[in-house]
């Protein structure tokens, strides 16, 4: 089973509002991802957690803050966000970080800023 | 930097018909993984290519990684309208560096 598993599927807030995007995987394995997708863009990558702790962040706003309060959660907290935010937010995670591991994506949460 | 150039970005096609998209770099990659992606949803990996020369068929798809590790192709025949999607390639980077680099995507329209 290869599941990573996101909520919410669809998220429309106001540029005031705090929301959440959590992301769950069961598989044990060590090393989970925040890509941030616009349309028919390839991912870009926004943090990567290894053993449960913050190992890049690729220079991302504040106003994106990531939680991995376990080994088989991730969340992004979401605070004030910009319309130019509205994205497809994707979490993912490997059996350990690259190289020489596979990573696989959940069905992502689309974001609306209004 | 590492860069991963996918073509065509861009295929519409008949049903029946056969087509390959291929990924090349100047870099050589410990693997590279194909990805298929609807809209809306997120990546779905297809297959991952880790020896240099390797060939993975999965049904009508196959999937070649080139000799160097640099480059890789994929090839579908006889497309049906179930292919239609955002088709991208990922290389793994052979210095650890957490980062997957990604082709740009090759959107495939099949049309009935």
């Known amino acids: 089973d290869t599941e990573v598993t996101q909520t919410p599927k669809h998220l429309v807030m106001g540029m005031t509002n705090k929301k959440s995007l959590k992301c769950e995987q069961h598989?044990?394995?060590?090393?989970m991802y925040w890509y941030k997708q616009k349309a028919k863009k390839p991912p870009e990558l926004m943090f990567v957690?290894?053993?449960?702790?913050?190992?890049i962040n690729e220079s991302v706003p504040s106003r994106f803050s990531p939680e991995c309060p376990n080994s088989s959660l991730l969340n992004l907290h979401l605070h004030a966000l910009q319309p130019e935010d509205s994205a497809l937010y994707l979490c993912?995670?490997?059996?350990?970080?690259?190289?020489?591991?596979?990573?696989?994506f959940g069905e992502g949460s689309w974001l609306t800023v209004v | 930097t590492q860069l991963l150039e996918q073509s065509p970005q861009f295929l519409s096609i008949q049903e029946g018909e056969n087509l390959t998209v291929y990924c090349n770099s100047s870099?050589?990659?410990?693997?590279l993984q194909w990805y298929r992606q609807e809209p809306g949803e997120g990546p779905v990996l297809l297959v991952t290519?880790?020896?240099?020369?390797e060939v993975k068929k999965l049904k009508r798809l196959t999937f070649q990684f080139g000799d160097a590790r640099k480059d890789s192709s994929l090839h579908i025949t006889a497309a049906q309208p179930g292919d239609t999607g955002l088709y991208l390639c990922?290389?793994?980077?052979?210095?650890?560096?957490?980062?997957?680099?990604f082709g740009k995507g090759t959107l495939l329209t099949v049309n009935p």
């Open positions: 990922a290389g793994d980077p052979l210095k650890s560096n957490y980062k997957l680099t």
């Open positions: 870099s050589v990659f410990s693997s």
């Open positions: 993912a995670s490997s059996l350990d970080p690259l190289p020489r591991n596979t990573i696989y």
């Open positions: 290519v880790v020896t240099g020369g």
């Open positions: 598989m044990g394995h060590r090393a």
């Open positions: 957690y290894s053993y449960e702790k913050l190992s």
